[in-house]
């Protein structure tokens, strides 16, 4: 399973569950994503690599094209990776809304699932590029 394939499930899944929140007026599936998010990010121990390691393939990058165009990132400064800052980040980003009890924040978890879906279905994803222009593996 590509990082690419995995964004496309995140976003997908998390609509889902946003949609699901809203009928029932219950947030702890959000709560679970957003625990998966941390685990992952924590550990390193991400979905994709798990399920390519079981079926025995091997391990596609999110973005492999970053070091071929641009031989600058060649050298990281930061020895820790972009994806896993990314699902942090994530994570951070989707307990704004539990964390304030602004009524307007509702917005934000939506806005991050369309994120999640452009960034899968384009492979372009804006927080991937700022994290690896900022120096991260």
Sequence with gaps: ???????IILG?????????????N???LIKIYIGILL?????NWRIPKIVSKIRK???????PELDTLHPIHARYRINFEAERA?????????MLPFIFPFEILWIIPWFTASMLLLAGMSNICPMGLLFHWLGFK
Excluded: D
Aim: aromatic share 6%; glycine share 4%.
């Design 1 to 7: 399973m590509t990082e690419r394939m995995f964004r």
């Design 39 to 43: 685990f992952e990010g924590i550990t």
């Design 26 to 28: 219950n947030n702890e």
């Design 12 to 24: 997908a899944g998390l609509v889902v569950l946003l949609y699901i929140s809203a009928l029932t």
């Design 57 to 63: 393939q091997p391990v596609i990058p999110a973005q």
């Design 86 to 94: 990314i699902r942090l980040t994530l994570a951070v980003v989707l």
